[in-house]
T-cell receptor, first 113, second 109 residues
Framework: TAGITQAPTSQILAAGRSMTLRCTQD?????MYWYRQDLGLGLRLIHY???????GKGEVPDGYSVSRANTDDFPLTLASAVPSQTSVYFC????????????FGPGTRLTVL | GQNIDQPTEMTATEGAIVQINCTYQ??????LFWYQQHAGEAPTFLSY??LDGLEEKGRFSSFLSRSKGYSYLLLKELQMKDSASYLC??????????WGAGTKLIIKP
């Protein structure tokens, strides 16, 4: 079982360009999340989706958009990248029951120049 | 505001015991999580506490006091592979996780 996959692994992007970070899970989890992780800061929630067809804004949503057309995929789009979006991006999912722990993908390291 | 505090870095010796503390102030409480994150890798789930007391899982234990807004992660019989960052996170009233910045644990032989 793959769990959660993310693509690309890393990317260097020119400021002003757009980019979509891909995230796919095969655990049939209802909830999915996008976080960014920056040195010295905790993981910060960008957007989330409690179930297919719905999305919500997290702590730092500006400059990012998401969609959730089906259960498995949750892409994150940067419409016009800025250097402050340089970060490591993690996608996560949870099944919404019991302990409801989140399972994380391997991350995408994005550098915006 | 919501806040999770944990030490930035700790050092311990192989074979010893280390306690990593976490204090929190959040809007609501629906459980506290500990995750382990090795450098360059994704966080992985270690433990969950929702009631006061100690949860033991092998070499790792986690304690919670809701009245004090306090938790700790106890690691026994430290191994070199335990060198990692340990992340404390609280699930708030909206069922979203609020994360601490993590504690980098360095294990020395």
């Amino acid at each position: 079982t793959a769990g959660i996959t993310q693509a690309p692994t890393s990317q260097i992007l020119a400021a002003g360009r757009s980019m979509t970070l891909r995230c796919t899970q095969d655990m049939r989890h209802n909830a999915m999340y996008w976080y960014r992780q920056d040195l010295g800061l905790g993981l910060r929630l960008i957007h989330y989706s409690n179930t297919a067809g719905t999305t919500g804004k997290g702590e730092v949503p500006d400059g990012y958009s998401v969609s959730r057309a089906n259960t498995d995929d949750f892409p994150l789009t940067l419409a016009s990248a800025v250097p402050s979006q340089t970060s490591v991006y993690f996608c996560a999912s949870s099944d919404g029951t019991g302990v409801n722990e989140q399972f994380f993908g391997p991350g995408t390291r994005l550098t915006v120049l | 505001g919501q806040n999770i505090d944990q030490p930035t870095e700790m050092t311990a010796t192989e074979g010893a015991i280390v306690q990593i503390n976490c204090t929190y102030q959040t809007s609501g409480f629906n459980g506290l999580f500990w995750y382990q994150q090795h450098a360059g890798e994704a966080p992985t789930f270690l433990s969950y506490n929702v009631l006061d007391g100690l949860e033991e899982k092998g070499r790792f234990s986690s304690f919670l006091s809701r009245s004090k807004g306090y938790s700790y992660l106890l690691l026994k019989e430290l191994q070199m592979k335990d060198s990692a960052s340990y992340l404390c996170a609280v699930m708030d009233s909206n069922y979203q996780l609020i994360w601490g910045a993590g504690t980098k644990l360095i294990i020395k032989p």
